[in-house]
């Protein structure tokens, strides 16, 4: 028995360590974000929290609207949720990703149809610092509490102010997980040194390789594409690739990937990760790199 199934843990040998792939694992859904404090306690799923009806409302419209909600609150000691409460939203795949914060006495004033337009709410203003939110959800999944709780305080100290825990951000297989705003950098596996050296990367505008999941609301081919660019390459500059199109075929996907003023052409495959071979009843899905070759100038994009 490993030491994390002795505490409980029901993931996947080695998960929690970085020894099982994470790339390409970022939430897909997770374009916009909708970031509401409440110092807890946190029910298993949100409709379940006790929370005053007008968060209830909202968080309910943001649903509606494919807006991802999350609950936040600081690191440490739990204190009484402040009133008006604070509430932020994120756009995370704009041309600029950017994070916006207000304060409402009642926060179904807060507009949520600019967000999904890609405007600023009027009652907000844009945060100019990074957001990181560490998952620490302990009714969803016990071992992001148990991973995610310590690491929230250790990072809360390197980057003062700016770290939330938050509910559950899906993947808790990958747990401690964190997720840096506004350009919804999804990592995984953290140890406390991994997260900070995340962090400081991020606030430099750059990713760090080990432990990245992706980038959330966009395709997992299309992460792995970018991952895969980026690992060729060496570029770990937040925007130095982009996937420019992409085309399937079941579990292959061929993508175009713009690194500067090179494009490349990767083929990407969905597969099953068996640590113990594929006789093995615990399984994940990950992508493995089928080809990747630099285009010639005048290439077109697939259609």
């Not at 505490?7 to 509401?36: E, K, M, N, Q, Y």
């Not at 609950?71 to 604070?86: E, K, Q």
């Not at 990367?201 to 966009?218: P, Q, S, T």
């Not at 640590?275 to 093995?280: D, E, T």
Request: charged share 20%.
């Amino acid at each position: 028995m490993t030491e994390d199934r002795a505490r409980g843990c029901d993931h996947l040998a080695g998960c929690h360590s970085g020894a099982v792939p994470a790339h390409a694992s970022a939430t897909v859904g997770a374009r916009f974000w909708l970031l509401i404090e409440h110092t807890g306690p946190w029910a298993s799923h949100l409709p379940d929290c006790d929370l005053p009806e007008d968060v209830h409302a909202l968080i309910g419209r943001a649903t509606e609207l494919g807006v991802r909600p999350q609950l936040i609150r600081r690191p440490g000691r739990r204190t009484a949720t402040p009133v008006p409460r604070h509430v932020m939203v994120a756009d995370t795949t704009a041309r600029v990703p950017w994070a916006a914060e207000g304060r409402f006495e009642d926060v179904r004033d807060l507009d949520l149809g600019s967000l999904v337009r890609g405007v600023v709410p009027e009652s907000c203003i844009l945060v100019k610092e990074p957001v990181f939110l560490v998952c620490t959800h302990a009714k969803r999944n016990a071992c992001c509490a148990r991973l995610g709780l310590p690491l929230a305080r250790v990072l809360g100290e390197s980057q003062p102010g700016r770290v939330w825990e938050t509910t559950h951000v899906g993947g808790d297989r990958y747990a401690a997980n964190l997720v840096c705003l506004p350009h919804g950098l999804y990592y995984g596996s953290m140890s406390q040194a991994a997260a900070i050296a995340a962090a400081n990367a991020y606030r430099r505008g750059e990713v760090v390789l080990d432990r990245f999941r992706g980038r959330a609301g966009i395709p997992e081919p299309s992460q792995a594409a970018e991952h895969f660019v980026r690992a060729h390459t060496g570029e770990l500059s937040v925007g130095g690739v982009a996937v420019e199109s992409t085309r399937s075929d079941g579990d292959v996907t061929e993508a175009i990937v713009r690194h500067g003023d090179v494009r490349f052409r990767v083929v990407v495959e969905r597969t099953v990760f068996a640590p113990c071979g594929m006789a093995c009843a615990e399984t994940i899905m990950t992508y493995r790199r089928a080809a990747l070759e630099p285009l010639q100038c005048g290439t077109p994009v697939l259609t």
